[in-house]
């Protein structure tokens, strides 16, 4: 037994002077080394301005390669040996550190300590950047519009170099008419996760706002910035309780326009709305604006909502505009699409009472004023007043199915404006694969639905008796339809309203006017001009021969005097009259 035992030990160191020479070498916890960095920070003013790194321990042996690595940097920071045994110091200038001044920057420094061949690393460690206290150069508080001291949202911004201390804090007191204090003192302690990134005006905003409620006899609020204990007075703002703009309602982004073509810039405006409808401009006020959606494709401006979108961008991307003033936020989207020539739009209507909801067939109008068709289904119509008599009024928009626009070349919608005004509607078709169509309709007139006298005048194709109020009355010549247009006569329809037109057979010029609006047109002529202005009628005026008397298409009517113009069809579906009213 004794000899089989000996035998198996003598097998077993055999064995064991066969295995790899290093399989028994200590591991790296194994090795009394030790790695120190100091320093690691966002200070780089004297002394401060290298981080120091120290290799410490009892193997810490002279000629031990040491390197240090920055995240994302390909090249080493630090690349060097031991020059003695147990201790030996380095020094990383901060200036080859990038972003080292950025306390958000996130940086991770990872030391290795090899054996002098090189070919093993004996201890490695990372350190994180560490956030050293900077004092803020520049604060700005902002409060939001709300009225009263309840539930009011506070928000701030500071310079991009501050660095939150311990005890940084925001401080709100609640001061009474007189500016004595009233109730407890509101405040929130700064930390560096309270910090957003640094924005194009080089500052840092809190990504949460401050919510706090007042005491009932609260009319002010005084906004202070407190470091250690101390108050930083040069910071101090005090705000009114009171909204200047009125109680809150909405707030609202506004481009004038939901569609925006490669290399177009465009800038939009931000209103206040409070709950008397009044619009308050205050762009110059947003806390911030942000961009999403396609961001890369557009050189922007945070500082207000403007930006211009870059020509290799593609029809069907979008763009959303993200505004925050105080508490409140309001967003708009824009679709990138290709560029579409306007093209003229057909009205069942030109014109129709404020404040009611005005049914109104849209009618798609090629270059000869025929009706054509869209070549693709559109997804979304935008609409915008151009040319409005009166800008403050409030127009609204809702279309109907889009389904008929590639189909027949019509759409169905309701527009309501809450006051009278006049104006030009122009509406955008796109669908998501960027395609385009723009269409401008002649004037249309929302009128006063207090004004005190109305008529309404119906006429019939090839007829010349026409009805005025119920009153059927004789023109010299009947209306009719000449290439593809309907016309009417022009001294007939105007007598009915209480005008009267004057020819001047000089120069074959037609002069109406109507309150203070003077209209003169010449016969054979598609121009005409409505108080000076030029423009420009889709058929001209022509004199019947014998009867002297001077035809006008009907949506010349429409839009020059403003008559709401409603046309009469057959049951198969041809025109068989027109009806104008005021």
Do not use: C
């Not at 920055?70 to 380095?90: A, I, K, M, Q, R």
């Amino acid at each position: 037994m004794k000899k089989k035992l000996t035998a198996l030990l003598a097998l077993a160191m055999m064995l064991l002077t066969l295995l790899p020479s290093g399989a028994f070498a200590a591991s790296a916890d194994d090795y009394d080394i030790k790695i120190t960095v100091i320093s690691f920070n966002s200070n780089t003013t004297a002394p401060n301005d290298n981080v120091i790194v120290n290799i410490s321990g009892s193997d810490a042996r002279k000629g031990y390669r040491v390197n240090a690595i920055l995240d994302g940097v390909s090249e080493p920071l630090l690349s060097g040996t031991l020059t003695s045994n147990g201790d030996d110091t380095f020094y990383i200038p901060k200036s080859k550190i990038p972003n080292i001044e950025d306390a958000f920057a996130n940086n991770t420094l990872t030391v290795n300590v090899y054996n002098a061949a090189g070919s093993k690393v004996l201890k490695s460690a990372s350190f994180d950047q560490k956030t050293e206290a900077n004092a803020p150069e520049k604060v700005v508080f902002y409060l939001d519009d709300g009225n009263g001291t309840t539930n009011r949202a506070f928000s701030a911004k500071f310079d991009a170099k501050y660095v939150p201390g311990d005890n940084d804090q925001i401080r709100l007191t609640a001061l009474d008419a007189n500016g004595n204090r009233v109730g407890s003192v509101n405040y929130t302690t700064i930390t560096t996760g309270k910090l957003g990134k640094v924005g194009d005006d080089e500052m840092r905003a809190l990504n949460n706002k401050i919510t706090a409620n007042f005491n009932s006899r609260a009319e002010k609020v005084q906004v202070s910035f407190w470091s250690d204990g101390t108050e930083m007075t040069e910071f101090r703002q005090t705000f009114s309780l009171a909204s200047q703009y009125g109680t809150y309602k909405a707030l609202e982004l506004d481009f004038d326009k939901d569609t925006v073509a490669p290399g177009e810039s465009v800038e939009g405006t931000l209103y206040y709305v409070n709950t008397d409808n009044k619009r308050y401009d205050i762009t110059d006020k947003a806390t911030r604006y942000i961009y999403g959606g396609s961001e890369n494709l557009l050189e922007k401006d945070d500082n207000k909502p403007a930006f211009t979108v870059k020509s290799s961008a593609a029809g069907g991307d979008q763009i959303t505009v993200t505004a925050y003033y105080g508490s409140y936020v309001a967003k708009k989207t824009l679709t990138i699409v290709n560029p579409a020539e306007a093209s003229a739009l057909g009205m069942s209507a030109t014109s129709g009472k404020a404040g009611e909801n005005i049914s109104v067939t849209f009618t798609l109008l090629d270059e000869n004023g025929k009706t054509t068709t869209l070549d693709f289904q559109p997804t979304k119509v935008s609409a915008r007043w151009t040319d409005l008599s009166d800008e403050s009024a409030n127009i609204t928009f809702t279309a109907g199915a889009l389904t008929n626009l590639d189909d027949n070349g019509t759409m169905l919608a309701a527009i309501k404006s809450d006051r009278a005004t006049s104006g030009k509607l122009e509406l955008t078709f796109t669908d998501n694969a960027g395609h385009s169509y723009q269409a401008v309709s002649d004037t249309f007139r929302f009128t006063d639905p207090n004004a005190s006298e109305s008529h309404k005048v119906t006429m019939n194709i090839g007829s010349t008796q026409m009805s005025v109020d119920g009153t059927t009355k004789t023109m010299d010549v009947a209306p009719l339809v000449y290439q593809n247009r309907t016309f009417v006569p022009l001294r007939a329809l105007t007598e009915a309203f209480g005008v009267e037109p004057k020819w001047n057979g000089a120069d074959s010029t037609i002069t109406i006017v109507d309150g203070d609006t003077t209209i003169v047109m010449t016969a054979g002529s598609k121009s005409y001009t409505i108080n000076g202005q030029t423009k420009t009628m889709d058929a001209a005026p022509y004199i019947v021969a014998g009867a002297n008397r001077t035809m006008v298409p009907v949506r010349f009517i429409g839009e020059a005097l403003g008559y709401k113009v409603q046309a009469i069809y057959r049951a198969d579906g041809t025109t068989s009259g027109v009806e104008f009213s005021n």
